[in-house]
């Protein structure tokens, strides 16, 4: 029992710092015993993916009879509200192709380094780990797909979170709203840049040690700045929803609702890192050649 | 009655769905910590009370002879402490952590087996809040160590949640088993 216990605390240790060079996403250095559990691991989160899809079949039989017993005309009222949405989108989708493409050209007179997420990845979320304490989900995408720790993960709405852990077919994605997550923000109204702190609760974020003279106000959108480069810039992170600022404190007390929906089950995106200033380039071109094709 | 082996393997695999099961959107976020431990309330039922029910993958653990030198003992702390690291997988948690609680918790129930047999139901549901909640300090405490996780009233609630659910969980195994509890 004691050579168990005693086991047991060398991996604990192990495994946890390895797991925190993975979550840094520095993969690289992992070496030893530390990159042989990280490859265990891998291979055993194949494993629990079918206890987690059992977990989550009720929720998914629930939606299911939704969809069976919807009537006609609510049916065609979807399509009709997403036939309309498609055409707003699509009419959005040709300026941005065309901003873009301006957009690189203009940073490449400027000798600007341009960052454009290279690829996009559709993955499906299949299981919720259960503790309060972390805010995680597991996704149907892992290294086979090209999913690597440090990738961001965004929502229709904005951004979701940060790839921790891949097998090779689920990843194990921690949401922005947790403890453990920070990211590099800025204001979308001023240029204001800022850090987003998680702190567990799955509606609300903090802005971390932000001077009290800071212009902000509620309503405000806060979006990914692109520092670090772990995270594409221009992602709406959340809207400000309360600032309070106190005479015995030098910084303002401020939090944000966040935009993407991070308690639904649904379909992220996963993306890679910005591309290379070549990739950047080619990227322009292409979208300059789409927007003129597209009229 | 059901065949002992597909029984106990129905109970551990219930265990492990229950353990990852999330509750709906509507639920409120505290109801989140009183979930009780589902895998450490299975365990105590097999080593503890039921363990004749060893069929099927189970047999694999234990000798002919139960009353052995210790060798039965020894194999179900070693497989316990390898299962451990599928619950790790399963739950996040760092790689060791609920293989040295499983086996912990065993070793216990499996060294003062014999006096832990004349307990009422009442002091069963004691031993089993007092077990829990020492887990439970353990597994915040490493995961505080390594991932920031703050200390709350979460070992007490999970302990108090498997101290209730244990006598409803037990009788209903029991029954499924045939209404007599053997060891």
Not at chain 1, 59 to 85: A, C, G, K, P
Not at chain 1, 112 to 131: M, N, R, Y
Not at chain 2, 98 to 115: E, K, P, T
Request: glycine share 8%; with cysteine.
């Amino acid at each position: 029992m004691v050579t168990l216990l005693v086991m047991s605390g060398v991996l604990v240790w192990l495994d946890s710092s390895g797991r925190r060079l993975v979550q840094s996403g520095s993969v690289d250095r992992l070496e030893g015993t530390a990159k042989g559990l990280w490859h265990i691991r891998g291979s055993a989160l194949s494993l629990v993916v079918p206890v987690y899809r059992i977990a989550k079949a009720p929720y998914v039989f629930y939606d299911s009879m939704s969809d069976i017993s919807s009537d006609r005309q609510s049916l065609l009222q979807q399509r009709e509200h997403l036939n309309t949405r498609l055409l707003h989108l699509e009419e959005s989708q040709q300026r941005i192709l065309y901003l873009q493409a301006e957009n690189a050209r203009l940073r490449q007179l400027l000798g600007s380094k341009a960052q454009l997420p290279s690829q996009a990845t559709i993955a499906e979320i299949i299981g919720v780990p259960p503790d309060p304490e972390r805010a995680a989900v597991i996704i149907d995408k892992g290294q086979a797909d090209g999913v690597l720790p440090g990738h961001a993960v965004v929502d229709a709405q904005g951004l979701f979170g940060q790839v921790i852990d891949v097998s090779n077919s689920t990843s194990w994605v921690i949401l922005i709203t947790d403890r453990e997550h920070a990211i590099p923000a800025r204001n979308s109204r001023t240029g204001v840049r800022m850090i987003v702190g998680g702190i567990g609760i799955s509606d609300r974020l903090v802005l971390e040690d932000l001077p009290a003279s800071t212009d902000l106000q509620e309503g405000d959108l806060i979006e990914t700045s692109g520092l670090g480069g772990r995270f594409p810039p221009g992602y709406p992170v959340g809207s400000v929803a309360t600032v309070e600022a106190t005479q015995d404190s030098p910084y303002l007390q401020a939090s944000l609702e966040p935009t993407a929906a991070l308690l639904k089950i649904g379909h992220v995106l996963v993306i890679a890192p910005a591309a290379t200033d070549n990739e950047a380039a080619d990227f322009g071109e292409t979208a300059l050649s789409a927007a003129k094709d597209a009229g | 009655m059901v065949s002992n082996g597909l029984f106990m393997t129905a109970l551990i695999a219930t265990s492990l769905v229950f353990s990852v099961f999330h509750l709906p959107q509507a639920a409120p976020d505290w109801l989140g910590y009183c979930r009780p431990e589902w895998i450490l309330l299975t365990l105590i039922l097999w080593v503890q009370y039921i363990p004749a029910y060893r069929g099927g993958l189970f047999a694999l653990m234990f000798t002919k002879n139960a009353s052995d030198d210790g060798t039965t003992a020894r194999r179900v702390l070693v497989v316990l402490w390898g299962l451990g690291f599928y619950l790790d997988t399963l739950l996040g948690d760092p790689f060791g952590l609920n293989g040295a609680i499983c086996a912990s918790i065993a070793f216990y129930l499996l060294r003062f087996r014999d006096r832990l047999q004349m307990q009422t139901l009442l002091q069963q549901m004691i031993m089993i809040f007092i077990m829990i909640f020492l887990a439970e300090i353990v597994r915040t405490y490493v995961r505080n160590s390594v991932t920031g996780q703050p200390w709350g009233l979460q070992p007490l609630a999970v302990a108090g949640s498997s101290m209730l659910f244990w006598p409803l969980y037990m009788l209903t195994a029991e029954r499924l088993l045939g209404g007599q509890r053997r060891t």
